[in-house]
């Protein structure tokens, strides 16, 4: 069995309910919304995954609290609590909170996800690789922009999604062909 655990922000907790949906092979309502062919991916069988946990983190207080880091980077806005970094910044913190739910878990894939200003990060660790990107959509959490702000998390669900799935079919090559993404073998 592989354990899958996500600590995400902009992504609302939605890439964890999608695998969530593909491990079960749920059907109908209760099935994913962003998996159209998951056997397009490769043979990898699906029932062999499970999701530990789902967690959305939108706060500083959060990633101190539920995650257990001690001294997460400073955030350059604070809005209600939750944190807004830069691009960068939201690639090494994507990257914490990874980090902070695999060990809270000792789960097989950790997946961490934070946006701000910029097109967000995502982070998506294993054992052997340490995989980091963005969404596709560069937006700025304080302008409010209900429309672009959902771009943003679509593209950053998808992104994640295709990356997790190219992973568990062991596709690296087709995940270093995909736009802004760097991959580091441990």
Do not use: W
């Amino acid at each position: 069995m592989i354990k899958i655990a996500t600590a995400e922000c902009f992504t609302h907790g939605k890439i964890g309910l999608e695998l969530h949906a593909l491990a079960q092979d749920y059907e109908g309502n209760f099935a994913g919304t962003y998996i159209e062919n998951p056997e397009k991916y490769g043979d990898f069988n699906y029932n062999k995954l499970s999701v530990t946990c789902s967690l959305f983190i939108p706060t500083i207080d959060a990633v101190k609290d539920i995650l257990k880091v001690e001294k997460p980077p400073e955030p350059d806005y604070l809005i209600k609590g939750i944190k807004v970094y830069d691009e960068s910044g939201d690639k090494k913190v994507s990257k914490v909170m990874a980090e902070a739910v695999m060990d809270l878990t000792s789960c097989d894939i950790a997946i961490g996800t934070t946006a701000g200003i910029g097109h967000g990060g995502i982070c998506i660790l294993t054992k052997d690789y340490e995989i980091i990107t963005t969404s596709d959509v560069y937006t700025d959490l304080r302008q409010k922009d209900s429309e672009e702000l959902y771009q943003r998390q679509l593209s950053g669900i998808k992104k994640a999604i295709d990356i997790t799935l190219l992973l568990l079919n062991e596709k690296i090559d087709e995940i270093n062909c995909l736009e802004n993404v760097e991959i580091i073998k441990k």
